[in-house]
T-cell receptor
Framework: DAMVIQNPRYQVTQFGKPVTLSCSQT?????MYWYQQKSSQAPKLLFHYYDKDFNNEADTPDNFQSRRPNTSFCFLDIRSPGLGDAAMYLC????????????FGQGTRLTVV | AQSVTQLDSHVSVSEGTPVLLRCNYS??????LFWYVQHPNKGLQLLLKYTSAATLVKGINGFEAEFKKSETSFHLTKPSAHMSDAAEYFC????????????FGAGTTVTVRA
């Protein structure tokens, strides 16, 4: 049973055209994360929510934004995708931010043309 | 300075032989440590975790890891590799910094020869 679900699995968008990736969870976890993973690299944290509190990483570009309308759903908005934003985007959840494991979704592979 | 170091970027083993993936960390706190596996175009799956209980941790699919505080290591092993073990493996540490974020190693690619 999938616990962290990302849609779509594959997304193709045009250069500069806004795109939204979605994530839902059935775990009722407090924390939801968005990671960007480029080829042959480790995931890089973009931001996370603790409940409704938004926490942005210092080096996350302004082009990336997020929304969490309720506990179960979280969205990643890329306002003007560039070629360098092509990557795997991973959503993850955890009960809290300290010492607990994260549960990852299957990821969304974003291609920018 | 890197907080989580995976000592091998690529490991190649024959099917049925042991697998060893090495991970060292640095932390000023008492960390929790995890190993995740990622198959191509998939998300990360938790293999096992250490959270200050037994130092020898058993995980899924026959993997285990031993936490050695004196060596600041958390190496992952499996006695007998299977073709399905071919994947990317990440050592992940929580508690490296006081904000308790997850810190990822660079990853180790495992290939399994028939």
């Amino acid at each position: 049973d999938a616990m962290v679900i990302q849609n779509p699995r594959y997304q193709v968008t045009q250069f500069g055209k806004p795109v939204t990736l979605s994530c839902s969870q059935t775990l009722n976890h407090n924390v939801m994360y968005w990671y960007q993973q480029k080829s042959s690299q480790a995931p890089k944290l973009l931001f996370h929510y603790y409940d409704k509190d938004f926490n942005n990483e210092a080096d996350t570009p302004d082009n990336f934004q997020s929304r969490r309308p309720n506990t179960s759903f979280c969205f990643l908005d890329i306002r003007s995708p560039g070629l360098g934003d092509a990557a795997m985007y991973l959503c993850a959840t955890s009960r809290s931010t300290g010492y607990t494991e994260a549960f990852f979704g299957q990821g969304t592979r974003l291609t920018v043309v | 300075a890197q907080s989580v170091t995976q000592l091998d970027s690529h490991v190649s083993v024959s099917e049925g032989t042991p697998v060893l993936l090495r991970c060292n960390y640095s932390s000023s706190y008492s960390p929790s440590l995890f190993w995740y596996v990622q198959h191509p175009n998939k998300g990360l799956q938790l293999l096992l975790k250490y959270t200050s209980a037994a130092t020898l941790v058993k995980g899924i699919n026959g993997f285990e890891a031993e936490f050695k505080k004196s060596e600041t290591s958390f190496h992952l092993t499996k006695p007998s590799a299977h073709m399905s073990d071919a994947a990317e493996y990440f050592c992940v540490v929580s508690g490296v910094s006081n904000d308790y974020k997850l810190s990822f190693g660079a990853g180790t690619t495992v290939t399994v020869r028939a």
